[in-house]
């Protein structure tokens, strides 16, 4: 059973990230980014224990489970590394001047305050409890409490711990980190409308992010939401790739489609390609490959049920076909693998066919004309990532569509598949709505860390009451623009 | 009169800014530096005519003209010259190595698209058609739809007549720039509503920014609103400070209350202080002071009008003394200036007395206590800026409230007076809600493109299809961040 938090306990919980954040609003970044390293220690030392009951709460298999883990420590240490740069705090200096009526001007960016974070159930490390949006927060400056995942509450509670003891460690006060139990809707929305919180992060689906978006703006003072909601994905198979490898990408797609039972917000739900000789070919592929699909377990009953219903409902539309479906007996909860066809105009006109089905389904489009298919393009609503699958010649005869694709995605790829989300600054998780609330952030990479931050300018002040980041000494080595120019010095001033 | 527009001709003119944003998206940062600075010469030699047309509708004196046309200038160049450093398009290359799987990722930031701008009526050049606000969404890559304010409306169209030189002196399409004038409350909905719109930048009454940001977040694709809405930019006058210099700070403080008839955004509109011998000299001499302000015509009668009833009202409510009032004859709109006085607990409870009365009016706030005014300080709503009129040793007294008082605007004063904003990297021009609907962004500055722009990654793109700003070769010689570190050079990759 899960325990259902109070109201008076959540009101007690946000008023102690409020204090917290008075503290650590005033750390420095290399005080912040030696803590998400401490923060990284106790994740890295938790063993057995935390894969089995993850393993258990999630049937993901071990090998996936141990990746990312990895992938989790490793955004914890690659965030600090950016956070002691000074890279989110971009301090700017205008020093007083002759010309200028107003003096000393000098600016950073500091953390936005209390920040709630929802996780999402199918990375119940990297993007849960300890994952990107809390670790980003807390490079921040921002204090974080974590409405944890009711699907996997054992796992949440053991990366709560370890954080929490990552706090201890420290010396720092209690309330830069909490985490809150319970399955009620209303505990979420209740957070995300109480006065001391500044900004919420959220994975999951369309309506609860929208609901949340809503909710946010409709306060007295509005906060930012940034939550990653789905998306479809889609791969532009244009003619001369699939002329030259119908099979082999047929192979890549099914792979990548039925890769961790489909339960990525990558997974390439649908594949638009010209009618024709090399489109068969391709079909014929997925028919044969997809018999090789091992079937596995999806992550709760809950995400099974509404993929058997989403899919039953997606390839029963009119003008559907079925072109290949897996034939595997299946255990409980085992997703089994489905890839239907339509044509493009009746993929354009039923918005069935736009939404996400969360698990291995695939749609194949089918264009009668390259128009057909710019007309696709010019409709598509916003993606997490879309994929061009081509050679330098198809990318050359239709670069038309691809500037055009540029506005419906975050990340734009030449080949390859979208699932595997690489945590570097060049990522960009995050596209335009609807498969993110705010196209201009990204959820993964360094780069996470600008959701939780604002600038703020102090005029005239006396250097012992600036922050370490302003100084001029330059205490903390960062790199600043001092009038205008890159500068990574200290100051040298006349005294006054 | 003012041409009213049509849905048509506004439908045709955002169709235009969609297009040409197929075109400026593509165009390099060295490209639009270079336009903004054609757009500059443009108003630079734009001579009498303009000073004679602007003084004509606005009443601004000339000097006060001069100066915001250079102003105005110095924002295209000086944001012309941080585009083209790529300080806003962060591009960012992680390389593919052996221990990746996705291989080659770069990232850089584009322009979100159309813009729709309306200009502000208190700084005909430097916030209006041709402002600030222009200058930074075209600098991120976006064309621009200024709604024209009425209030100036061959000013702005002066304005507008020398960004179209521009665009044709350029040859860039003719949808970079639209200029739709009309009274009608309609023609700004209708813009904010438009789905090719992806973006709005207001400067007005809290009423109009509201009701533009409800509108956006309703659409069907939300889009982000930037408003700046009013603040009564509270002076905290600490008793050292009071003590040593009551009379020297009650000229100054009454100079920038009435600077340019109290009608700038960062007008001192509150001022707040211990009761004691120290303020009742404050006081004093602002009554003496107050006869030494010329008065001086207002923007338009609708503001003139404004203010007397806003003054009228606040002056009239129960504890309040009227302190010190101009009693110069005054001609046509002639706004006269007036400084009232309320206990700490009355201004805390009477929401009229914390809304801006904009013109040359202010309040004094008594505190009988610090708590009192540590109080005060909690209970504030954002603000553009806050001012800590202090000694260091008031400073230091008072740690707890000035490190509170960061939370509540954008920027923070030592001394000196809020009203001049330094068009500098280091300024911040935009607070906490509802002083602006948005505090992690400035509408002064040359960050103020960062209002306007979201990223985008490629992945394992061929050379040949890269943006300039994320070749190899890196032709425009900026600054990236190649695999975590800053890199100005191009990328000796070995051929594949």
Same mark, same amino acid.
């Given at each position: 059973?899960?325990?259902?938090? !109070?109201?008076?306990?959540?009101?007690?919980?946000?008023?102690?990230?409020?204090?917290?954040?008075?503290?650590?609003?005033?750390?420095?970044?290399?005080?912040?980014?030696?803590?998400?390293?401490?923060?990284?220690?106790?994740?890295?030392?938790?063993?057995?224990?935390?894969?089995? @009951?993850?393993?258990?709460?999630?049937?993901?298999?071990?090998?996936?489970?141990?990746?990312?883990?990895?992938?989790?420590?490793?955004?914890?240490?690659?965030?600090?590394?950016?956070?002691?740069?000074?890279?989110? @705090?971009?301090?700017?200096?205008? &020093?007083?001047?002759?010309?200028?009526?107003?003096?000393?001007?000098?600016?950073?960016?500091?953390?936005?305050?209390?920040?709630?974070?929802?996780?999402?159930?199918?990375?119940?490390?990297?993007?849960?409890?300890?994952?990107?949006?809390?670790?980003?927060?807390?490079?921040?400056?921002?204090?974080?409490?974590?409405?944890?995942?009711?699907?996997?509450?054992?796992?949440?509670?053991?990366?709560?711990?370890?954080?929490?003891?990552?706090?201890?460690?420290?010396?720092?006060?209690?309330? *830069?980190?909490?985490?809150?139990?319970?399955?009620?809707?209303?505990?979420?929305?209740?957070?995300?409308?109480?006065?001391?919180?500044?900004?919420?992060?959220?994975?999951?689906?369309?309506?609860?992010?929208?609901? &949340?978006?809503?909710?946010?703006?409709?306060?007295?003072?509005?906060?930012?939401?940034?939550?990653?909601?789905?998306?479809?994905?889609?791969?532009?198979?244009?003619?001369?790739?699939?002329?030259?490898?119908?099979?082999?990408?047929?192979?890549?797609?099914?792979?990548?489609? #039925?890769?961790?039972?489909?339960?990525?917000?990558?997974?390439?739900?649908?594949?638009?390609? &010209?009618?024709?000789?090399?489109?068969?070919?391709?079909?014929?592929?997925?028919?044969?490959?997809?018999? =090789?699909?091992?079937?596995?377990?999806?992550?709760?009953?809950?995400?099974? =049920?509404?993929?058997?219903?989403?899919?039953?409902?997606?390839?029963?539309?009119?003008?559907?076909?079925? *072109?290949?479906?897996?034939?595997?007996?299946?255990?409980?909860?085992?997703?089994?693998?489905?890839?239907?066809?339509?044509?493009?105009?009746?993929?354009?006109?039923?918005?069935?066919?736009?939404?996400?089905?969360?698990?291995?389904?695939?749609?194949?489009?089918?264009?009668?004309?390259?128009?057909?298919?710019?007309?696709?393009?010019?409709?598509?609503?916003?993606?997490?990532?879309?994929?061009?699958?081509?050679?330098?010649?198809?990318?050359?005869?239709?670069?038309?569509?691809?500037?055009?694709?540029?506005?419906?995605?975050?990340?734009?790829?030449?080949?390859?598949?979208?699932?595997?989300?690489?945590?570097?600054?060049?990522?960009?998780?995050?596209?335009?709505?609807? !498969?993110?609330?705010?196209?201009?952030?990204?959820?993964?990479?360094?780069?996470?860390?600008?959701?939780?931050?604002?600038?703020?300018?102090?005029?005239?002040?006396?250097?012992?009451?600036?922050?370490?980041?302003?100084?001029?000494?330059?205490?903390?080595?960062?790199?600043?623009?001092?009038?205008? =120019?890159?500068?990574?010095?200290?100051?040298?001033?006349?005294? #006054?």
């Amino acid at each position: 059973m899960i325990e259902e938090i !109070s109201k008076e306990n959540i009101d007690k919980k946000v008023q102690m990230a409020a204090e917290a954040y008075q503290f650590l609003k005033n750390t420095t970044v290399k005080e912040r980014a030696a803590f998400m390293n401490t923060v990284a220690d106790q994740i890295e030392i938790l063993g057995e224990e935390l894969l089995q @009951t993850a393993h258990a709460e999630t049937s993901l298999p071990f090998t996936r489970l141990t990746g990312e883990k990895a992938r989790t420590v490793g955004q914890w240490r690659s965030y600090a590394k950016a956070v002691a740069k000074g890279v989110y @705090t971009e301090p700017r200096i205008d &020093l007083a001047q002759p010309d200028k009526q107003k003096g000393d001007l000098r600016k950073y960016n500091v953390g936005t305050g209390p920040v709630v974070v929802f996780g999402a159930s199918n990375f119940p490390f990297a993007f849960s409890t300890a994952g990107g949006d809390t670790a980003s927060a807390i490079g921040a400056g921002c204090p974080v409490i974590v409405k944890a995942h009711p699907a996997h509450p054992k796992t949440s509670q053991l990366m709560a711990d370890a954080i929490i003891a990552a706090v201890k460690e420290s010396g720092w006060p209690e309330g *830069i980190f909490s985490h809150i139990t319970g399955t009620s809707y209303d505990i979420g929305a209740y957070l995300v409308q109480h006065k001391e919180i500044r900004a919420v992060a959220f994975t999951g689906s369309f309506t609860g992010g929208k609901a &949340l978006f809503d909710m946010a703006n409709h306060r007295e003072v509005p906060i930012p939401v940034f939550a990653e909601m789905g998306s479809i994905n889609p791969i532009f198979a244009l003619p001369n790739l699939l002329e030259n490898r119908a099979e082999a990408f047929a192979k890549e797609y099914l792979s990548s489609l #039925t890769l961790g039972v489909g339960q990525f917000c990558t997974n390439p739900g649908v594949c638009i390609a &010209l009618k024709g000789e090399s489109l068969d070919r391709f079909i014929i592929a997925l028919k044969d490959e997809i018999h =090789e699909i091992v079937p596995a377990k999806m992550l709760h009953k809950g995400i099974y =049920e509404s993929f058997e219903k989403h899919k039953t409902i997606a390839s029963g539309q009119p003008e559907v076909d079925i *072109i290949a479906t897996a034939d595997t007996e299946i255990d409980e909860w085992q997703g089994r693998a489905m890839v239907i066809k339509t044509n493009a105009k009746n993929f354009m006109k039923n918005p069935v066919l736009n939404e996400e089905v969360f698990g291995p389904f695939g749609i194949i489009v089918t264009c009668e004309t390259s128009d057909e298919m710019m007309e696709i393009a010019q409709q598509l609503k916003g993606q997490l990532t879309i994929t061009i699958a081509a050679t330098d010649e198809d990318a050359r005869n239709n670069l038309t569509m691809v500037n055009l694709l540029k506005d419906k995605c975050g990340r734009l790829l030449f080949n390859g598949m979208p699932t595997g989300v690489e945590v570097v600054y060049a990522i960009q998780h995050g596209g335009p709505f609807p !498969s993110t609330t705010d196209s201009r952030f990204t959820s993964v990479g360094p780069d996470a860390v600008k959701r939780f931050i604002r600038p703020i300018s102090f005029q005239n002040w006396p250097d012992e009451f600036l922050p370490e980041e302003l100084k001029n000494e330059n205490p903390l080595h960062i790199s600043r623009i001092v009038d205008g =120019e890159v500068n990574s010095g200290s100051l040298k001033l006349q005294t #006054t």
